[in-house]
Nanobody
Framework: QAQLVESGGGSVQAGGSLRLSCVASVYMHIPYCMGWFRQAPGKERAGVATIDNDGRTSYADSAKGRFTISQDNGKNTLSLQMNNLIPEDTAMYYC???????????????WGQGTQVTVSS
């Protein structure tokens, strides 16, 4: 089973940018879907963006136009470029992998430990 390790979180001011990365310890067998999810204190974990082995992407409404998900298959790396961050983006961000398409966290089987993103106003 793959292990996922996230990095790139931090503290930024509103309007700033961060780039999250997730490295998978093993080769992702096709078909697969990988995604970024986030969980703020007191809230349920929610999908942010997903991508499958064909490069098909899906974004939560809150991420559209600001976040971009991408993957480097040669490096087993998933990334999330986050621009124009707002305080509401503050959360723990998780990388996850699975075999089913969608933004619902229940579809994903393997999870990283998370990386914290804090956006101040």
């Amino acid at each position: 089973q793959a292990q996922l390790v996230e990095s790139g979180g931090g503290s930024v001011q509103a309007g700033g940018s961060l780039r999250l990365s997730c490295v998978a310890s093993v080769y992702m067998h096709i078909p697969y879907c990988m995604g970024w999810f986030r969980q703020a204190p007191g809230k349920e974990r929610a999908g942010v963006a997903t991508i499958d082995n064909d490069g098909r992407t899906s974004y939560a409404d809150s991420a559209k136009g600001r976040f971009t998900i991408s993957q480097d298959n040669g490096k087993n790396t998933l990334s999330l470029q986050m621009n124009n961050l707002i305080p509401e983006d503050t959360a723990m961000y998780y990388c996850a992998s699975g075999n089913l398409w969608g933004l619902n966290p229940v579809l994903y089987k393997t999870w990283g430990q998370g990386t914290q993103v804090t956006v101040s106003s």
